[in-house]
């Protein structure tokens, strides 16, 4: 009996497709062996919102690295405020940005001078930055506030930068089809101001070699998400109570998914076809690896204070951003972090040089017991934090166990602090 050709194509692509698919089984199983830590969130995952990510890595004879993951209540339609975590694609858009321009415009690079103008109502100036070097601004030292302790400012910068229209572009263009980035953070930007970026302008020394005007993006993003609608009330911008569920509608998202793949991508180039990379240099990858994985109390510029910003001030997932946290000298945290509504968000790579360990890690969970925003009143100390540091320490522990044919050349993660 010969087979029909379409349906043997159909029947391989099925099957290609099962193999394929995301583990649903091994992080609730691990979870599950330490009901003292987890049981609460496995009881209640959509009350804690928990989505949960981890990736193996396993590598060939060239040390080219190849992907399994697995997956914990994932669904990539379910809203989750993103919060800081946008930053990380606004590091590499704005480096993107930058390798793009300088083919054309004389001596431009991160480190250049950049200074911000203001044009529409609301819009702030940025002349000088005391935390630097050379007391100025630039790209370059935005993203190491930005990696370091997630300043809220140096994103917008980045934001206004690029715009808004071609943040959303660049995350199509790199197929991040579940997120969308709309706007600055912490200043109540929304709406009209939030489509109206600054005047830019980049100086080499003292002499100005770029002029971007103002930009305006007409363009809305939607995104099919349930889940945006949440609690019972919230505080309003005068801090009154109003007795309505609170909208999330029309606010930045980034999937976990997205936030993952783009981890993956920028940590593992190479594991892409070149016209997949992001367009970024070298010195862009030392620059973005170095600070996603230093911490605050390892930096000079900018320098922080250890009360404020302790070292595991943005290492969620592991330490679970215990202010006396032992820091392991052989692991290393490349990630971007988020903090608001009462969600923590934490995007990882981790890695143990010692016992030749490496493992990607997305997380998110949310504790909102009185169903009030906005008020500050969020679980994130006996919740939040808990949980982060929980379930990455169980996914090293397991990862610890995990046979490997090749062990991991991991040279290029050892970096100077």
Known sequence: MKTNIPTLLILILSLNTMAQQTDTILIEQLMQKNPELFSNILNHPQKN???????????NNKNIPSFKTYSYNLDNHRYFYPASTVKLAAVIFALEKINELKLSVKDLSSKSTMITDSAYAGQTKVLKDSSSADGLPSVAHYIKKILLT??????????????????????????FNDSRILNRLAIGDSGEPAKHTNPIQFYHQDKLIYSQPEQYDPKEYP?????????????????RLVNKPFSLENKNAFSISDQQAMMRKLISPEAFPEQERFNLSPEDYKLIYT???K??????????????????YAKMLYYGREKDAVIEP???IFNKYGDSYGFIIDNAYIVDFKNKVEFFLTAVVQSNDDGIYNDNKYEYETVCYPFMGNIGRIIYQYELERKRDKMPDLSKFRLAY
Do not use: C
């Not at 919102?49 to 590598?59: A, E, I, P």
């Not at 995104?223 to 801090?239: F, H, P, R, V």
């Open 49 to 59: 919102q928990v989505q949960l990510l981890y990736t193996q890595v396993n590598r």
């Open 150 to 175: 997630s300043d809220n400012d140096a994103f917008n910068r980045l934001f206004e930068f690029i715009g808004r229209a071609e943040i959303n572009a660049r995350l199509k263009k790199h197929g």
């Open 223 to 239: 995104l099919q998400l349930t889940n945006t609608i949440m609690g019972k009330g919230y505080l309003d911008s005068a801090e």
């Open 291 to 293: 600070h996603m994985s």
């Open 295 to 312: 911490l605050p109390t390892e930096s000079i510029y900018p320098s922080y204070n250890a009360t404020e910003f302790w070292p595991a």
């Open 330 to 332: 052989n692991i290393r």
